[in-house]
Protein backbone atom coordinates (compact mmCIF):
# COMPACT_ATOMS: atom_id res chain seq x y z
CA UNK A 1 0.00 0.00 0.00
CA UNK A 2 1.29 4.00 -0.94
CA UNK A 3 0.61 6.41 0.94
CA UNK A 4 -2.00 6.77 3.54
CA UNK A 5 -5.81 6.20 2.48
CA UNK A 6 -6.79 8.61 4.97
CA UNK A 7 -6.34 12.49 5.42
CA UNK A 8 -6.61 11.91 9.12
CA UNK A 9 -8.87 12.65 12.26
CA UNK A 10 -10.22 16.07 12.06
CA UNK A 11 -13.13 16.23 13.32
CA UNK A 12 -14.30 14.92 16.56
CA UNK A 13 -18.05 15.26 18.13
CA UNK A 14 -18.70 15.79 21.64
CA UNK A 15 -22.05 14.27 22.95
CA UNK A 16 -23.21 16.89 25.44
CA UNK A 17 -26.18 16.62 27.93
CA UNK A 18 -26.22 20.87 28.76
CA UNK A 19 -25.22 22.49 25.30
CA UNK A 20 -25.24 26.11 26.51
CA UNK A 21 -23.10 24.92 29.19
CA UNK A 22 -20.40 23.25 27.15
CA UNK A 23 -20.35 25.77 24.22
CA UNK A 24 -19.42 28.33 27.42
CA UNK A 25 -16.69 25.91 28.02
CA UNK A 26 -15.62 25.00 24.82
CA UNK A 27 -15.41 28.49 23.53
CA UNK A 28 -13.26 29.20 26.71
CA UNK A 29 -10.87 25.94 25.76
CA UNK A 30 -10.51 26.86 22.25
CA UNK A 31 -10.75 30.69 22.60
CA UNK A 32 -13.22 31.09 20.12
CA UNK A 33 -16.78 31.36 19.61
CA UNK A 34 -18.77 28.95 17.75
CA UNK A 35 -19.10 29.10 13.93
CA UNK A 36 -21.78 26.84 13.77
CA UNK A 37 -24.11 27.46 16.54
CA UNK A 38 -28.20 25.86 16.69
CA UNK A 39 -30.19 24.07 18.98
CA UNK A 40 -29.10 20.69 17.53
CA UNK A 41 -25.14 21.55 17.04
CA UNK A 42 -22.49 23.77 17.96
CA UNK A 43 -19.20 23.44 16.33
CA UNK A 44 -16.01 24.99 16.17
CA UNK A 45 -12.98 25.22 13.77
CA UNK A 46 -9.54 25.90 15.60
CA UNK A 47 -6.14 24.94 14.00
CA UNK A 48 -7.63 22.83 11.41
CA UNK A 49 -9.77 20.53 13.55
CA UNK A 50 -13.76 20.62 13.70
CA UNK A 51 -15.30 19.81 17.03
CA UNK A 52 -18.56 19.98 17.55
CA UNK A 53 -21.06 19.48 20.60
CA UNK A 54 -23.85 16.98 19.91
CA UNK A 55 -26.95 17.58 22.42
CA UNK A 56 -27.98 14.45 24.29
CA UNK A 57 -26.03 12.15 21.61
CA UNK A 58 -27.81 13.33 18.54
CA UNK A 59 -30.15 10.86 16.52
CA UNK A 60 -26.76 8.89 16.56
CA UNK A 61 -27.31 8.02 19.99
CA UNK A 62 -23.66 8.58 20.93
CA UNK A 63 -22.42 8.29 24.46
CA UNK A 64 -18.94 9.57 23.80
CA UNK A 65 -16.69 11.34 21.81
CA UNK A 66 -16.30 9.94 18.37
CA UNK A 67 -13.09 10.86 16.16
CA UNK A 68 -13.86 10.95 12.89
CA UNK A 69 -11.13 10.36 10.21
CA UNK A 70 -11.64 11.82 6.61
CA UNK A 71 -11.11 9.58 3.90
CA UNK A 72 -11.51 9.96 -0.28
CA UNK A 73 -14.19 7.38 -0.81
CA UNK A 74 -15.91 6.63 2.44
CA UNK A 75 -17.47 3.36 0.81
CA UNK A 76 -14.03 2.03 -0.39
CA UNK A 77 -13.00 2.84 3.27
CA UNK A 78 -15.85 0.86 4.73
CA UNK A 79 -15.44 -2.16 2.66
CA UNK A 80 -11.48 -2.14 3.60
CA UNK A 81 -11.99 -1.62 7.55
CA UNK A 82 -15.01 -4.43 7.74
CA UNK A 83 -12.83 -6.70 5.68
CA UNK A 84 -10.37 -5.97 8.85
CA UNK A 85 -12.97 -6.75 11.36
CA UNK A 86 -14.50 -3.73 11.90
CA UNK A 87 -18.97 -3.61 12.04
CA UNK A 88 -20.60 -0.87 10.28
CA UNK A 89 -22.79 0.99 12.94
CA UNK A 90 -24.10 3.93 11.00
CA UNK A 91 -23.73 3.15 7.09
CA UNK A 92 -22.61 6.33 5.23
CA UNK A 93 -25.21 8.46 4.63
CA UNK A 94 -25.40 12.47 3.68
CA UNK A 95 -25.66 15.25 6.51
CA UNK A 96 -25.58 18.07 4.25
CA UNK A 97 -23.48 20.23 1.70
CA UNK A 98 -22.75 17.01 0.56
CA UNK A 99 -20.95 15.55 3.22
CA UNK A 100 -21.06 11.85 4.29
CA UNK A 101 -20.55 10.02 7.59
CA UNK A 102 -20.52 6.82 8.50
CA UNK A 103 -19.16 5.05 11.57
CA UNK A 104 -18.12 1.38 12.42
CA UNK A 105 -16.95 -0.35 15.60
CA UNK A 106 -13.56 -1.82 16.34
CA UNK A 107 -13.53 -5.44 17.78
CA UNK A 108 -13.55 -4.07 21.14
CA UNK A 109 -16.52 -1.90 20.63
CA UNK A 110 -14.82 1.09 20.12
CA UNK A 111 -16.79 3.73 17.89
CA UNK A 112 -14.55 5.17 15.01
CA UNK A 113 -16.26 7.72 12.68
CA UNK A 114 -15.50 8.33 8.33
CA UNK A 115 -15.85 11.36 6.62
CA UNK A 116 -16.13 12.16 2.90
CA UNK A 117 -16.11 16.09 1.94
CA UNK A 118 -17.01 15.66 -2.19
Do not use: C
Not at 2 to 16: A, D, E
Not at 28 to 41: E, H, K, N, R, V
Request: proline share 6%; aromatic share 6%; hydrophobic share 40%.
Amino acid sequence: MTGSSTQGIKTVLHPVSDLAKAKAVYAALLGIPPQTDSSYYVGFDAEGQHIGLVPDGGPQGMTSPVAYWHVKDIEAKLAEVTAAGATVKEAAHEVGGGRLVATVTDPDGNVLGLIQDR
